[in-house]
Structures are given as C-alpha cells and as structure tokens.
C-alpha cells in the first residue's frame, strides 16, 4: 500500500518542524482524550517534549512522511540488527483516516526487511492508536507497564510510566 506516501530521511535544516508537528500530533490526541482538564503534560503545553523528540531523533532514524509532494507526519526508528523499535509515530490531524499512517509504516517495513522483531508502546488512553497498531499493522500487545509492573528499560519509570501515564503504557511486538 502506498497512496502516494514516501519516507523522507530529516534533514538537520527540518528539525524544528519535525519537533512542532510531533507535539501538535501527540497534543491532539491528548486533548481529544482529556480534554484541556489534561495533567499528561511533559513541558508547558506539550503532551511530549522537546528535548524527548530530540533525543529520539538522536538515537534513531527520522523520517517525515509525505503524501503527493507534502508533509503529513513523521516517524522515527531505533535498529538493532535484527529488532526494531517505533519510536514515534505521527500522522497531522488534517490528514487522520485516510491511510496515511498505514502506508507509511508498511513502506518502514520495506526500507528494512532485517527487522524480524519491531516494538512500540503507546498510552493506554490512545484508543485510536491501539486499533492502529493492533488491528491494521498487526502488532500484538504483549505487556502492560503500570504502576504494579514498571518499564524495566526506563528506570525514571519506577511506580509509574515517564511521570506522566500513572494508569499505563502497553507495548506491543510484531514478528515478522
């Protein structure tokens, strides 16, 4: 599937933009979700923050995605020879439901066919991310990060997610 969407390597020129479109993505989630009441915030305002955003296109492979010309979202992946992780995923509100986000995760799967094993977590309240990643891209939950059961990889999570998701964080697998 492609509908016109390709993965562009970012620019060091297109960061700022990256970052801004990111936190509009996630934001909207967010605030669809809870409303502006929403206590979720890493930075003033901001469901995710600049410097997370930063540090994951550092350790990892950025992308925008781009339908027909223009920028629609983004994507970022950390490798590890064969193991993957989808670090973050965004597709701009205006461009929701219409496959987008779809056809841009089937084209990273292309661009590395190494990756027998990729991962991901997303918030508990993302319903519309679970059904993303569940339903259309067949990734699989496989755990449930809570207070009760932390990250084992991110130790700032102990007795809660990131500070910012008490209720929980799933993480998800797909085997190639």
Not at 19 to 44: I, S, T
Not at 96 to 115: D, F, N, Q, T
Not at 116 to 126: A, K
């Amino acid at each position: 599937m492609s509908l016109g969407v390709t993965l562009v390597p970012l620019a060091r020129r297109d960061r700022g933009r990256f970052v801004l479109d990111n936190q509009k993505a996630f934001n909207y989630g967010a605030l669809e979700e809870f409303g502006c009441r929403d206590a979720h915030f890493e930075e003033d305002g901001q469901i995710i923050s600049r410097e997370a955003i930063e540090r994951s296109i550092d350790a990892g492979e950025a992308y925008h995605i781009m339908r027909e010309g223009k920028l629609v979202g983004g994507i970022v992946v950390h490798l590890d020879g064969g193991r993957g992780e989808l670090d973050l995923l965004f597709v701009s509100p205006d461009a929701h439901s219409k496959g987008i986000g779809y056809a841009a995760w089937c084209a990273m799967e292309r661009l590395h066919p190494e990756v027998t094993v990729w991962q991901t977590v997303t918030p508990y309240f993302e319903t519309r991310n679970i059904h993303f990643y569940v339903n259309r891209c067949g990734f699989h939950i496989v755990e449930f990060y809570n207070s009760h059961h932390p990250d084992p990889n991110d130790p700032e999570s102990a007795g809660q997610i990131d500070g910012r998701f008490p209720d929980g964080m799933f993480r998800f697998e797909k085997r190639m």
